[in-house]
């Protein structure tokens, strides 16, 4: 059965083009993608990162912005690190800022991110992630979880992944910020400020989020 990947045309230059192409059971379509890197059978968004990239994207802020629209993407979003750590210790970036990144996408975005040392690893995830992908849809593998559908209804379910925050807090959260990039952002006396916060909830929600010096938005590296 061949098996249909989109890719932004910004990776052209990239060598997991030319790894993919090997397989004769891909067909590859290059233009751009409003989200993400490559669209795999129409059902997952892939964010490619090299470690180098990765880390400038927490320092600039960026790692965050994609995580919200991979978050409110209608696909399934899945995060790919390329590289060995030689190359993000190139980054002069802490191992625990990287944990602490990695902390925030896995628990609080619900992103999965997986490992790869190449652009050929790469490759072969995405196909491994395709065979996957038509395995479910052929009724072969049994779907779990639980995804809302409607923007808000994401919002809500990603903000109710910070500590102590349930249904009702994560709506005092989204009405107060407007965004769930925001809250993040946000500083300790502005999560203060929401209805029904608190000093002691602000401070566990701001830790978490700025896990071992993480930040994001009103950083001193923007």
Known sequence: MQMNVIV???????????????????????????????????????????????????????????????????????????G?????????????????????????WGIPVLRSISEEETARLMIYTANQINRVLSGGIKRFGYRPKSKRKRQLYMLQGLPDVGPGKAEKLLA?????????????????AVDGIGKKMAERIYQVVRENGLSYGKSENR
Do not use: W
Request: proline residues 1%; charged residues 30%; contains cysteine.
């Open 8 to 82: 932004d045309d910004r990776e052209r230059s990239a060598d997991v083009i030319k790894h993919l192409r090997q397989s004769a059971d891909i067909h590859l379509e290059i233009r751009r993608l409003k989200v993400g890197d490559y669209l795999v059978e129409d059902t997952v968004i892939v964010e490619r990162k090299t470690l180098i990239d990765f880390a400038e994207s927490i320092k600039d802020g960026r790692l965050f912005r994609q995580a919200e629209q991979l978050c409110n993407h209608p696909k399934k979003a899945v995060m790919i690190l390329e």
């Open 84 to 108: 060995r750590f030689r190359d993000f210790a190139q980054s002069k970036m802490t191992r625990e800022s990287m944990q602490g990144a990695l902390i925030n996408l896995m628990l609080v």
């Open 176 to 192: 107060h910020f407007g965004t769930v990039s925001s809250v993040i952002a946000a500083d300790l006396y502005d999560l203060e």
